[in-house]
């Protein structure tokens, strides 16, 4: 029997794929005497698990039949009603018939792109940017327009000057402790990028799945509030309840929304219906808005051990810094130019401690190799100091090369 050769059967689009770096780097720390940084995951010792058993043996036998059923593409309307009404107390303009319940926000970011993108298309995004995106859009073959951050996040000057030279599909922007970078978008740039969108007659994607993970300073208003009809918002349940149920949702202008219930549609008929039943149940019982707050005052200890970690281990040096995000679960560090983080990591694996080498987050990967992304929301306390100190101490051993 002669060999298949599966590439010649692929489309072009697959042969564009590549594997997540970030899922790949999770296969390697997965032995528990690593300390890992890598992963954007949340806490699992405070996952709601007795709230969630406690919903299911009372749901199932009273509505087992229709939990276990296909259902609607759009998503369970109690849900969809929690959510309208949850986000309108966070001023979002969000109504039942502008909700579209997703398999993740991950599920999200696909399903804008195979709405909006088509091969050349312009598309705006910070630099560096959250790799989901880029592994959600990258195969549909756009051209990224890239943008600097500073701590009050995007630099509008550039977006303007990449929207005077080019017919821009989306801005692509995370507003809220971004990942990778860990900076927020000041309140006078989200009225000035709507501004933008406006003139430029271009549309938002705004994805925000750390929004109500703030520890500090003051809550700043969606963009999707300034200006409705032409932010695409992006949220999720992952980072504030459980990632595992896989529940995001999409919140848009109707006739943006038909088309991509229409576009999940082909994609996999509807999100669990059992996951949203369950979902919904906690939320309606307020076991989601305390259980935010727990989470909130846990994330915020190890941001600040983690930081205090990075002052007391990293060396002195002009050209290593790092941010400091006031909410979310990642923070963003910068080493000398010299530094090729890629091989700093296998340096640090073999110390048994990961993070992301920040390349990774370039459209291209093309810059960013002096720095990388460390989350702090799943390291124990202890892990925490133990393992900046290793890593500090890597980082001391390339200075004195």
């Known amino acids: 029997m002669n060999k298949v050769n599966i590439d010649k059967f692929l489309s072009n689009k697959a042969k564009r794929m590549k594997a997540s770096e970030i899922r790949e780097l999770l296969k390697l720390t997965e032995k528990p005497d690593v300390i890992s940084f890598a992963g954007g995951l949340p806490a699992p010792e405070v996952f709601p698990v007795r709230e969630f058993e406690e919903a299911a043996r009372y749901l199932l036998p009273r509505h087992g039949e229709v939990m276990l059923q296909y259902s609607t593409t759009e998503g369970f309307t109690p849900l969809r009603e929690f959510l309208a009404g949850y986000m309108q107390k966070y001023n979002v303009p969000a109504e039942v018939e502008n909700i579209q319940i997703t398999t993740g926000s991950q599920q999200a970011l696909d399903l804008v792109?195979?709405?909006?993108?088509?091969?050349?298309?312009?598309?705006?995004?910070?630099?560096?940017t959250y790799l989901g995106a880029l592994s959600a859009w990258t195969p549909f073959k756009p051209k990224y327009l890239t943008v600097n951050m500073d701590d009050d996040g995007?630099?509008?000057?550039?977006?303007?000057?990449?929207?005077?030279?080019?017919?821009?599909?989306?801005?692509?922007?995370?507003p809220n402790f971004h990942n990778p970078a860990g900076v927020?978008?000041?309140?006078?740039?989200?009225?000035?990028?709507?501004?933008l969108a406006d003139k430029y007659d271009t549309l938002i994607i705004e994805d925000d799945p750390y929004g109500e993970l703030r520890f500090e300073g003051?809550?700043?208003?969606?963009?999707?509030?300034?200006?409705?009809?032409?932010?695409?918002?992006l949220s999720t349940f992952s980072k504030t309840l459980a990632p595992g149920t896989r529940i995001g949702w999409i919140t848009a202008p109707k006739d943006i929304l038909t088309k991509i219930t229409q576009a999940k549609q082909g994609a996999d008929l509807h999100t669990s219906t059992l996951d949203q039943w369950l979902v919904y149940d906690l939320c309606s019982r307020g076991i989601l808005r305390e259980h935010v707050k727990?989470?909130?005052?846990?994330?915020?200890?190890?941001?600040?051990?983690?930081l205090k970690s990075l002052e007391d281990y990293m060396p002195k040096h002009p050209e290593i810094k790092w941010t400091r995000p006031q909410g979310g679960l990642f923070l963003w560090v910068s080493l000398p130019q010299k530094f090729n983080t890629y091989e700093l990591l296998d340096k640090a694996v073999s110390k048994k401690v990961a993070f992301v080498p920040g390349a990774a987050f370039y459209p291209g990967r093309s810059e960013g190799f002096n720095t990388l992304r460390l989350n702090f929301s799943n390291a124990k306390e202890d892990d925490i100091v133990e393992g900046i100190r290793r890593l500090a101490e890597l980082v001391k051993d390339e200075l004195n090369k």
């Open 218 to 233: 003051k809550y700043l208003v969606p963009l999707i509030t300034l200006m409705k009809e032409r932010v695409i918002y």
């Open 113 to 128: 792109g195979k709405v909006f993108i088509d091969e050349g298309d312009y598309i705006i995004t910070s630099k560096p």
């Open 294 to 306: 727990k989470i909130r005052a846990l994330y915020k200890r190890r941001r600040d051990l983690m």
């Open 184 to 195: 927020t978008i000041s309140e006078e740039r989200r009225k000035k990028i709507v501004e």
């Open 154 to 174: 995007m630099i509008v000057e550039e977006i303007e000057e990449h929207l005077k030279n080019h017919k821009v599909k989306f801005i692509y922007v995370l």
